[in-house]
Every structure is written in C-alpha cells, then in structure tokens.
C-alpha cells in the first residue's frame, strides 16, 4: 500500500470527522463511547488515553481495533508507535514530545503518521519530516487538556495554505463554530468534548451533517 494511501479511501480525508475518546468527559469506557459514535456514522477513531500503563493501553487498542474493524472505520492510536503497530491500527498521532517523526515512520511504515502542530514552523517540519496530516490548534479554547493558548481560525488559514498534506483542526470547536473552521481550511476537525458532553448519537449525527453540507 502506497503510504497514506487510507487517507484517499474515504472522502473528504476520512470523513472529515475524528472522534477523540476521553474517559474524562463521561461516565463510559472507551470502548463503550467508540461503539456508540461508530454506530452515528464516525468512521475516524483517535483513541487518547493519558493515565493507563502501557499494558492496559494496549488492551483497550486491541478491543478498539476489533470494534472499528467490525464497523470498517480508521483507528488511529495517540502517543504509542509501538502499541499503534503492534494491535494494526491505521495509525498513529504523535505529540511534540513524543517519538521523532522519522522514527515512527520507521516503524508504521505505510500506515498514518500524523502529528499535532502549535504553529507554522511546526506544520512546515512535519510536512518536510514525512507526515500524512497534522493536527493543529487549539483552535479555540479547550479545557480538554492544557494545549496553551488558542491560535484562532486566522492562523489556521495561513497553515492550510502553508502546507500540502491534510490539516486536522482540534481544540474548542463546536457545532456553532464548525462552518468557520471549515471556511478557515481545515480538511477534518477533531472533536472529543462536544461529543461527549450530552448525547453522543446525536451529537456525532450533527457534526457530521455539517460537514456533508459543507
């Protein structure tokens, strides 16, 4: 398989929408959450897991992994090249402070290498360093996770017009505000909060019917 060559498979760039899981924001498992949001149609999972031993998050990937085979959608698995390669996941998202990007293209081979990007000469070294996307943001403010200040749909502009690879904005984003991260650029957004808080049905039923209006 040509590398990122999955990214191509579905479109608009995996749908347009990644579900992020987060234990945090609701009272579900992981692997609970993700069969709901598949069954609403998500056909991108990120699965983000911060305060598990590496053992036991490679037990839940290996659960994910056969949960979006079943629903013949992407898994992507944060942080963990190794964990990522070894269940067969798609891919793998990688933080700033995680394995260098070459290193885990060595690794993932032909499968996704994305990376989360703060500023613009971050995203020009990830597209120069091998990546299939990158992630950029926050784009609003989040309370999520301590990503710093929000770098606002400006700055998402100039990135997408930057580089050439897919950008995947994350950080804040709403169904209110997701028609203007779109028009600022972004090829796919990548929601956790505003799918967890409330219905997650519903709620991945209504982002995703933005972004087929769109």
Same mark, same amino acid.
């Given at each position: 398989? +040509?590398?990122?060559?999955?990214? #191509? ?11 992020? *899981?987060?234990? #945090? ?7 609970? &959450? ?7 149609? %998500? ?8 305060? #598990? /031993?590496?053992?036991?998050? $490679?037990?839940?990937? &290996? ?16 942080? $963990? ?8 996941? @798609?891919?793998? $998202?990688?933080?700033? @402070?995680?394995? !260098?990007? #070459? ?13 989360? *990007? $703060?500023?613009? !000469?971050? %995203? ?19 309370? /999520? +996770? ?8 400006? &700055? ?7 580089? +050439? =690879? ?6 804040? =984003? ?11 650029? %972004? ?11 409330? @219905? ?15």
């Amino acid at each position: 398989m +040509k590398r990122g060559s999955i990214l #191509k498979e579905v479109s608009p760039f995996l749908g347009g929408f990644c579900f992020v *899981t987060d234990r #945090k924001l609701c009272g579900l498992t992981c692997e609970e &959450m993700t069969r709901i949001a598949l069954e609403a149609g %998500a056909g991108w999972i990120q699965y983000r897991e911060k305060e #598990k /031993t590496r053992r036991e998050i $490679h037990r839940e990937a &290996m659960r994910l992994r056969a949960l979006t085979a079943e629903y013949g959608a992407a898994l992507v698995v944060n942080d $963990h090249t190794d964990i990522a390669r070894a269940v067969g996941a @798609d891919g793998v $998202h990688l933080g700033q @402070d995680d394995l !260098p990007l #070459k290193e885990a293209r060595r690794i993932m081979g032909d499968r996704i290498v994305g990376i989360s *990007t $703060h500023s613009l !000469p971050e %995203a020009m070294d990830a597209e120069r360093s091998g990546a299939d996307y990158i992630g950029f943001g926050p784009v609003f403010v989040t309370t /999520t +996770k301590d990503a710093g200040e929000p770098r606002g749909l400006e &700055m998402l502009g100039r990135i997408r017009k930057a580089v +050439k =690879i897919p950008v995947v904005a994350i950080g804040g =984003i709403s169904e209110e505000s997701l028609p203007l991260v779109l028009n600022a650029g %972004a090829d796919a957004v990548a929601v956790a909060s505003a799918v967890l808080r409330g @219905d997650i049905s519903e709620n991945v039923r209504s982002f995703m019917r933005i972004i087929r209006d769109e």
